[in-house]
């Protein structure tokens, strides 16, 4: 996100980014955001690992909770 937004300041470009990132910056005016509409913007989500690593608990069960609050909002209709 740093290297995106400093690419941005320096001209080389603009980019979407979630408020949270920019917020400092635009707050000091060094980036100025642009609304994009009424729309709303869709993104697909992954976990990604190294093929052929076996999994340690903990990532197991880091994968276990993603897809079950992915599971929670797909049923609660807010992910489609």
Known sequence: MEATKELVKLGLGI?????????????????????????????????????????????ETFIGLCQSFCNTLRNSGKLD
Do not use: C, F, M, Y
């Open 15 to 59: 980019s979407i980014l979630a408020p949270w990132v920019t917020q400092k910056e635009i707050e000091d005016g060094s980036l100025v955001a642009l609304p994009l509409g009424r729309g709303q913007l869709r993104r697909n989500w992954g976990i990604l690992h190294w093929q052929g690593k076996q999994l340690n608990l903990a990532e």
